[in-house]
């Protein structure tokens, strides 16, 4: 029964045309400068200090954490197929340029992730200073998926699974967003303190603020929008 209503559901689904997708491949050099960069810089601030001083980010980004501590899954691997599940969650209400662009970023991150993986953290001292681990932390995750965001992008599936909620539910997608960065804060209790906590929901306002500052960047944005 369960794989019977599985296969409706697939079925279900308003899947692009295939031969129409290369439309929506990305040629700008602009979009690879940025993709790799904000990646880059992402994946950086959470190996560096996210998962060495017990702050956590809400989303996708937090979860990859929580599985990495509760069940030692490097979120280079963990990252990439939480962000294929929510990307195809939302395929159904998204539009095949933006999904392509998060396809991408998303396996950039990957990639960098693992590559930092191979080498020692640079600041793994950083967890006896909580509060300075929240702001930079925030300042890393803000800029990088800012900078991936700017240009039609999303390393993390948070945006596709909030927009296919809020569409199921007929929520405002702030308070999907809001729900879900608490929910994955709250499991993260099982490894983070209480009161680093705190910490942790210092770094969502900070990325998340920083994240909504770059998107009001004019030129760029508005060449995005009539993608």
């Not at 794989?3 to 692009?16: G, I, K, N």
């Not at 899954?73 to 929510?86: K, M, R």
């Not at 009001?216 to 993608?227: E, G, H, Q, Y």
Request: charged share 10%; glycine share 10%.
């Amino acid at each position: 029964m369960y794989t019977v209503r599985t296969v409706h559901f697939v079925q279900s689904l308003r899947f692009p045309d295939l031969k129409k997708c290369k439309e929506y491949i990305p040629f700008e050099i602009k979009f690879y400068i940025f993709t790799l960069l904000g990646s880059a810089i992402l994946a950086y601030g959470l190996y560096n200090i996210h998962a060495f001083a017990d702050v956590t980010e809400g989303g996708v980004l937090g979860l990859t954490l929580l599985f990495h501590y509760l069940f030692d899954i490097s979120p280079a691997l963990s990252g990439f197929i939480l962000n294929v599940a929510c990307y195809l969650f939302g395929l159904h209400f998204l539009g095949a340029g933006f999904l392509i662009r998060s396809f991408i970023a998303g396996g950039c991150f990957s990639i960098f992730y693992a590559v930092f993986e191979q080498f020692e953290p640079i600041f793994s001292a950083i967890g006896e200073y909580p509060f300075a681990a929240a702001i930079i932390g925030g300042i890393f995750v803000g800029i990088g998926v800012g900078l991936c965001v700017l240009v039609g992008g999303a390393p993390s599936g948070d945006d596709a699974l909030a927009m296919g909620i809020s569409h199921i539910t007929h929520i405002d997608i702030q308070w999907i967003y809001l729900a879900t960065d608490l929910t994955v804060l709250a499991l993260s209790l099982l490894y983070i303190p209480p009161i680093r906590l705190l910490y942790s929901l210092l770094t969502v306002v900070i990325s998340g603020q920083i994240i909504g500052l770059m998107q009001k960047i004019p030129n760029i944005r508005k060449r995005n929008a009539k993608l």
